[in-house]
């Protein structure tokens, strides 16, 4: 046995291991404009920075002229819904390009602000950590460092380094004090409930993206096209429920409810439920999804009974109804 051991042993010793290089950026991106903007606002490279910042991002525009401006990336967080602007450097930063960031911003009212570079200095990180500071929860400043590595002779892989973000820990502090002082009790409560349960998501469904918790009844979570969306929902009347949203113009949700509806038995099937179909007539969304009527919110005990259970549902309705989303035919949409 000794001697298998000390066999195996060397065996591993001898395994090769590649060999980690960094490679400069303006090998691969000459042109800032031209080059690296394109590729930044790709789909891929895209999620690869929403997975670096915790959003979910949809290119809106490029190169988009605002005034006699020109802002790099205009996103939007499916998310939250909100404008995202994004501000790419290849060198590093300066005064110039923090100028744009906060008139560029201003221009386009964009609550989130993401600029990117090959290296921040101390001040512009500490601009960053500053505008993040003084700044209520609805506006986030994240800055971005961009490298690229390679293995032997492998094609370059990106990797993003977040130098500056929003302290969720002391905001959530300021929100619940806020919540409870401004907007009552119900909303305090409200946050305390969604911050525990964006934990929860964090730690046991990282692979659904829980957004920022706030003072309100819901929780909106990305499906993966425009006017689609997963909510969880809670009550002060003794219920909760999670639900597929879908609220656009175009396709029209009411032919989305029919087209889903057609597949109800193939759908609940693999739910594993019966689901409340709601199409909302006198609205212009429509919502299927989960109801359960034995909640008492005020009642933190049962907290991690209520949330696992949103959860478990979330990550249902996520898993049979995503990939249907994508793959809406032609006639719907």
């Not at 691969?28 to 590729?39: I, R």
């Not at 986030?140 to 977040?162: C, H, T, Y």
């Not at 096209?225 to 609220?247: A, D, H, K, N, P």
Request: proline share 5%; net charge negative; with cysteine.
């Amino acid at each position: 046995m000794h001697h298998a051991n000390s066999v195996s042993g060397v065996q591993r010793s001898k395994m090769q291991l590649g060999s980690l290089s960094r490679v400069n950026l303006r090998n691969v991106w000459t042109h800032e404009a031209t080059d690296f903007t394109p590729w930044l606002a790709s789909p891929s490279n895209l999620a690869i920075m929403s997975d670096a910042v915790g959003l979910d991002l949809e290119l809106v525009s490029q190169e988009e002229f605002i005034g006699p401006y020109r802002a790099d990336i205009i996103c939007k967080d499916r998310l939250s819904g909100q404008t995202v602007l994004v501000e790419n450097q290849l060198e590093k930063t300066d005064h110039l390009h923090l100028g744009q960031i906060l008139t560029y911003a201003a221009g386009i009212e964009a609550k989130t602000v993401i600029w990117v570079a090959s290296r921040f200095t101390d001040e512009h990180r500490a601009a960053l950590d500053w505008l993040n500071e003084i700044t209520n929860e609805e506006h986030e400043f994240f800055g971005l460092e961009i490298e690229l590595w390679r293995i032997g002779d492998s094609a370059p892989a990106p990797k993003f380094n977040v130098i500056s973000s929003p302290n969720e820990w002391s905001r959530s502090v300021k929100e619940a004090a806020s919540s409870n002082k401004v907007h009552g009790p119900r909303q305090a409560v409200y946050l305390r409930y969604w911050q525990a349960f964006h934990q929860y998501q964090k730690e046991q469904n990282p692979s659904i993206k829980a957004p920022k918790p706030f003072p309100q009844q819901w929780l909106t979570f990305s499906a993966g096209r425009t006017g689609f969306s997963f909510e969880t929902i809670v009550s002060w009347e003794g219920r909760m429920s999670v639900r597929l949203y879908v609220v656009c113009n175009s396709p029209s949700p009411k032919a989305i409810f029919r087209y889903f509806h057609k597949r109800k038995d193939e759908i609940e099937a693999a739910m594993g439920h019966a689901l409340e179909w709601a199409d909302m007539p006198e609205k212009k969304g429509i919502g299927i999804g989960l109801i359960r009527h034995d909640c008492d919110i005020e009642d933190e005990t049962r907290w991690p009974e209520y949330i696992q259970w949103q959860a478990q549902a979330l990550k249902k309705l996520d898993g049979v109804f995503r990939p249907m989303i994508k793959s809406l035919p032609s006639d719907v949409l």
